[in-house]
C-alpha cells in the first residue's frame, strides 16, 4: 500500500487541515482499512495517527487506486468538538465483546 498526498487546506477556523489522499494498492490487495489508512497517513504527515479521522474513502472500480478524504486536528479535544460520533466510531479499533459472568 502506497499513500500519496494529493492537496492539503488549511482550515483555521475549525483548526484543521483538509487533506485529500490517493492510494495505490498491490494487484492482488484488496481495498485497505480505515485504520491501515489512518495510521498510513499519520506517518506520510509526521503526526499521531489519534488525530487524523479519514472521512470517506472511494476504491475506482476496476482499479487498484483508492481516493479519499480525511481531517487532520491540531488537538484531539478539538476533533472531538467539530467530528460528528459516527466518524469518530469509524476512526476507532473495534471493540471486544465483554465476556458477562456466568452466575
Do not use: W
Not at 13 to 41: C, D, H, M, N, W
Not at 57 to 83: D, P, R, S
Amino acid at each position: 500500500m502506497q499513500v500519496k498526498i494529493d492537496s492539503t487546506k488549511d482550515n483555521p477556523l475549525l483548526k484543521r487541515k483538509e487533506v485529500v489522499f490517493t492510494i495505490i494498492q498491490g494487484p492482488k490487495e484488496s481495498t485497505p482499512q480505515r485504520l491501515e489508512v489512518r495510521k498510513a497517513i499519520a506517518i506520510e504527515m509526521k503526526i499521531g495517527d489519534e488525530v487524523v479521522f479519514v472521512k470517506r474513502m472511494h476504491t475506482k472500480t476496476g482499479t487498484n487506486i483508492t481516493q479519499g478524504v480525511a481531517n487532520v486536528y491540531q488537538t484531539v479535544e478539538q476533533a472531538k468538538l467539530v467530528e460528528p460520533e459516527y466518524i469518530r466510531k469509524r476512526n476507532s479499533p473495534p471493540e471486544k465483546p465483554k465476556e458477562e459472568a456466568t452466575a
